[in-house]
């Protein structure tokens, strides 16, 4: 637990980091970084890794990613996508003895899904061309995430009974998976009221907060972080491993901290599309 605690800390003072610089590329270079540190965990339990130029091919893929808004303006995201894809296949026509074409579509597989989940953090940022706005979305967008993580835990040692999926993630239960989701809408509800004031009474600027649809994408984001959750737990029960990582001691890999958030994002994102979840007074 105090190790636990001691990551937290460390992750919240980088996020505060992360948001203070949040219009700039900082934040393009720090999920580039996630991004690449989470797939190289996948390939290494996946034991893609033994295959070094496959490797290297879908982790350079995936630094790209996040940078593809400013590849936009020189119309190369088509080029890099064709050759990556080109690469992949030609890997496996030169390497065809030792290298599987199910290694293959499980590289191809992680570098897609996941640099592109977390490319929605960005999207979120670039859609709505406010900080004030962007921020409060993406901390809602972590916070479906994480802050459900913190109350499954919490209520499902206090409470739980009834395994969610036993045979995948033994110490998930239903009573934490209700637990999550009620902590998840209470805090979306008072951080709405609370960035509010922040904003009105220090940054001198008036938000308005629908609290209707918070209501409606609270338990929607805990229920979805479950989901990448228990995902990615299914993924280290077949490769037989605990972590994917240990870079978080306490939380694991980057990837064992950030599996909740992989259909999370793009969650926020689509729904920036259809619903004004806050917007200036």
Not at 16 to 30: E, H, K, P, R
Not at 162 to 174: C, D
Not at 240 to 254: A, E, L, N, W
């Amino acid at each position: 637990m105090k190790q636990r605690l001691i990551s937290a800390g460390v992750g919240l003072v980088i996020l505060a980091v992360v948001l203070f610089f949040f219009d700039t590329i900082i934040l393009n270079i720090v999920i580039s970084a996630i991004s690449t540190i989470a797939v190289h965990e996948v390939l290494l339990a996946t034991k893609c890794t033994q295959h070094k130029l496959l490797t290297g091919t879908c982790l350079t893929f995936t630094a790209s990613i996040p940078f593809f808004e400013l590849m936009a303006s020189l119309k190369v995201i088509p080029v890099v996508c064709l050759a990556f894809v080109l690469i992949l296949f030609l890997i496996l026509l030169r390497q065809h003895d030792v290298l599987q074409i199910g290694e293959v579509g499980v590289a191809f597989m992680v570098s897609i899904c996941i640099p592109f989940s977390f490319l929605s953090l960005i999207n979120i940022r670039d859609q709505l061309q406010n900080q004030y706005l962007s921020i409060f979305c993406l901390i809602l967008t972590l916070a479906s995430a994480w802050v459900s993580d913190s109350g499954a835990y919490f209520v499902g040692r206090a409470f739980g009974k009834r395994k969610l999926a036993p045979k995948i993630s033994p110490k998930k239960t239903v009573e934490g998976a209700i637990g999550g989701v009620v902590t998840c809408t209470v805090f979306f509800v008072l951080f709405g009221m609370l960035y509010t004031y922040i904003c009105s009474a220090f940054l001198n600027t008036k938000v308005i907060v629908n609290y209707v649809y918070l209501l409606i994408m609270a338990p929607i984001g805990s229920l979805l972080s479950i989901v990448g959750d228990l995902s990615a737990s299914i993924i280290k029960r077949q490769c037989g491993i605990k972590d994917f990582g240990t870079i978080m001691p306490g939380h694991g890999g980057i990837m064992d901290r950030f599996d909740s958030v992989l259909f999370v994002s793009p969650l926020f994102y689509v729904a920036i599309q259809y619903l004004t979840l806050i917007q200036i007074g």
